[in-house]
């Protein structure tokens, strides 16, 4: 199985600051990788795949880069509905595995 | 707009079945190629996925419980379920029901937590 490590585990923040998450395969994944927001109570949605690609809906302050093994997460400004959970996951082969997350607070 | 919708008891019993079936409203089962599948949530083991059904019946499995899990699908219906068999406390745990697409998960069930206790 490929191993997904996400850090930090836990990250604060203010409103308009620059979050960055990465995000560490265990092999390479070309850029076969998804990111998700995860709000209390709710489901994940999905706001990136293929490493860089925006999910139709998503603002546009979400953005991800990489390739290989290790991949980013960056939030531009940070807007007071990101704090969240985020969780990478890749879409290279199965089994399909997802990083431990990364909650964004205050 | 795509919807599904999780179903199934919400306590089993240790050395149970677990058995869940998720209905998508919105859309076809059979007149799409996604494949459709369950993903699990709990705190000691984070989101991880269980399985998909493709509509013709062909399936892929976590090896981690392949030997416990049956994903089926009722196109008539427009439902997919999933029974795992053997549960312990370890099983407990958020189940979602999503559409893939291309191994990323697109569409989400609300979730349903099913706790494994006598």
């Known amino acids: 199985d490929i191993q997904m490590t996400q850090s930090p585990s836990t990250l604060s923040a203010s409103v308009g600051d620059r979050v960055t998450i990465t995000c560490r395969a265990s092999?390479?994944?070309?850029?076969?990788l998804a990111w998700y927001q995860q709000k209390p109570g709710k489901a994940p949605k999905m706001l990136i795949y293929k490493a860089s690609s925006l999910e139709s809906g998503v603002p546009s302050r979400f953005s991800g880069s990489g390739s290989g093994t290790e991949f980013t997460l960056t939030i531009s400004s940070l807007q007071p509905d990101d704090f969240a959970t985020y969780y990478c996951?890749?879409?290279?082969?199965?089994?399909?595995?997802f990083g431990g997350g990364t909650k964004v607070e205050l | 707009q795509l919807q599904l919708q999780e179903s199934g008891p919400g306590v089993v019993k240790p050395s149970g079945t677990l058995s869940l079936t998720c209905s998508v409203s919105g859309g076809s089962i059979g007149r799409s190629s996604y494949y459709w599948g369950w993903i699990r949530q709990s705190p000691g083991k984070g989101l991880e996925w269980i399985g998909n059904?493709?509509?013709?019946?062909?399936?892929n499995y976590n090896p981690s419980l392949k030997s416990r899990v049956t994903i089926s699908v009722d196109m008539s219906k427009d439902q997919f379920s999933l029974n795992l068999s053997s549960v312990t406390a370890a099983d407990t745990a958020i189940y979602y029901c999503?559409?893939?697409?291309?191994?990323?998960?697109?569409?989400w069930g609300q979730g349903t937590l099913v706790t494994v206790s006598s």
């Open positions: 996951q890749q879409h290279n082969s199965y089994p399909l595995t």
């Open positions: 092999q390479s994944i070309s850029s076969w």
């Open positions: 999503v559409r893939q697409a291309a191994q990323t998960f697109d569409y």
């Open positions: 059904i493709y509509y013709s019946g062909s399936t």
